[in-house]
């Protein structure tokens, strides 16, 4: 499949509503909880409502990007939605071990591939900073062995809301930030260790170069188009004002076929299927760099490899939420398909995984961190902290089994064939981290 692109994207969502509209047949699918209750009219729904009357039913991915990403009443663009007082909570958030393993999985693949004299480490949707912070204070701690490597952070997030929480927590007061809206670097800084920093609204954007790339929690929010096996063949899934409540939406059946019905596979034998072009966009752009100018990316989301159908849902409060009530209130989500992202790669990259999370936090040594902060810690709430924190990470029936961890690598990286320059030390080869147990070499 050749490369795809933003327009490609907007043809599909245009194309999906140029159907008769009077030949739709609603349809309910799981959202998080059914209720009977009339949704609240907020601002969002009021958009959505004309959008709907104005062009027709609009698909799962069109709703999606409008009520997390519209740039007037999106849920991400203003809005603090992460911690306790949010609607979700991150395992950064919950824990600094998880953020110090990953900063070492990244200083482990440097190593392991030479020591370039220069990286740049790339977050896709960093929340509020925490992961980028707990990463650079690994290479803090492990200055003497990066001390000849020139780092730079750069961080790609839609949301001025949390760019300007990002900023704060990772930037030094003393260095003043520069902003630019008009640029595709809109903001820039230096981190409270001295690295310059850097904020872009999309990865296109982040130069080009030898780079870690990091994805925690990323893949789950951009779009997904549904779609439902019928008698007819596959009918994409849209939304649609309920002809019975005013204000209220419904989830349709398209009449015929629909675009983005070339990303289902042609042996696919669910009943019930979510493709993400958005996401293939993102895994061929990072497959078609780390191919180039080497590194790796390491994702880590909710997902499974191809075996789930319908994983869309909404989180308010913590709590699910019907993802048709109070549009732009609560955090849509739908499982990543790893099977999809391994096929949107193409070969370019090889990849590893997916891994449960409790396997990989295993692998990079969570047990033996774990027991240097509970001997070094004399009270007794930091250790029942510390407990608990582990115990959410890596219990199968909290985040240990739900989450997992994928990675794209160069070929030669497991292969043992590495390119090395005149100034790089030539490495020894070893296991990937976290996908086997850690090894220092």
């Known amino acids: 499949m050749s490369i795809l692109s933003r327009s490609c994207a907007g043809r599909l969502r245009a194309a999906g509503r140029a159907v008769i509209p009077c030949l739709w047949r609603g349809k309910y699918f799981s959202s998080g909880k059914n209720t009977e209750e009339n949704s609240p ?3 969002m729904l009021r958009h959505l409502m004309y ?18 990403t519209n740039p007037v009443q999106g849920y991400y663009i203003y809005r603090d939605m992460l911690g306790e007082k949010g609607d979700f909570i991150t395992s950064p958030e919950i824990s600094q071990i998880f953020g110090e393993l990953l900063g070492i999985w990244f200083i482990s693949e440097w190593i392991a591939t030479g020591k370039s ?32 490597c020139d780092i730079s952070i750069h961080l790609v997030e839609v949301s001025q809301r949390l760019s300007e929480i990002q900023a704060l927590k990772l930037t030094e007061e003393k260095f003043p930030l520069e902003r630019n809206a008009g640029s595709p670097v809109y903001m820039k800084g230096v981190t409270k260790s001295g690295i310059p920093i850097s904020w872009y609204r999309c ?10 790339y990091l994805a925690h929690e990323f893949f789950d929010v951009l779009p997904v188009h549904k779609f439902q096996k019928t008698p007819q063949g596959w ?17 349709v059946l398209a009449p015929c076929t629909t675009p983005a019905e070339v990303f289902i596979q042609h042996d696919e034998a669910r009943d019930h299927v979510e493709v993400c072009p958005d996401a293939g966009v993102i895994i061929q752009e990072l497959a078609q760099r780390i191919a180039l100018t080497g590194g790796a990316a390491l994702i880590a989301d909710y997902g499974h490899d191809g075996t789930k159908t319908d994983t ?3 989180f308010c409060g913590h709590k699910l939420h019907d993802v048709l009530i109070a549009p732009g209130t609560a955090d849509l989500t739908a499982d990543v398909d790893f099977s999809f992202l391994r096929r949107m790669a193409q070969g370019k990259v090889a990849s590893l995984g997916p891994i449960k999370q409790q396997m990989f936090l295993k692998n990079m040594g969570i047990d033996v961190r774990l027991k240097v902060l509970l001997d070094n810690s004399d009270e007794a709430s930091m250790r029942e902290h510390l407990l608990q924190s582990y115990d959410i990470l890596m219990n199968p029936k909290k985040m240990g089994e739900r989450f997992n961890f994928f990675a794209l690598l160069p070929h030669e990286r497991l292969c043992g064939k590495r390119q090395v320059n005149s100034c790089q030390s030539k490495p020894s080869p070893s296991p990937i981290a976290g996908f086997g147990e850690l090894a220092w070499r």
Do not use: H
């Open 41 to 43: 009219v907020t601002p």
């Open 51 to 68: 959008k709907i009357k104005s062009a027709g039913p609009i698909t799962v991915a069109e709703y999606m990007k409008e009520v997390l």
């Open 117 to 148: 004299s220069t990286f740049q480490l790339v977050e896709l949707g960093p929340g509020r900073g925490t992961l980028t912070g707990d990463i650079l204070r690994v290479f803090s701690q492990l200055g003497s062995v990066l001390k000849n």
């Open 203 to 212: 990865l296109q954007d982040v130069p080009k170069g030898y780079s870690f």
């Open 235 to 251: 009918r994409e899934i849209f939304i649609d004002i309920d002809p019975q409540i005013s204000d209220k939406l419904r989830f």
């Open 312 to 314: 869309f849902r909404g």
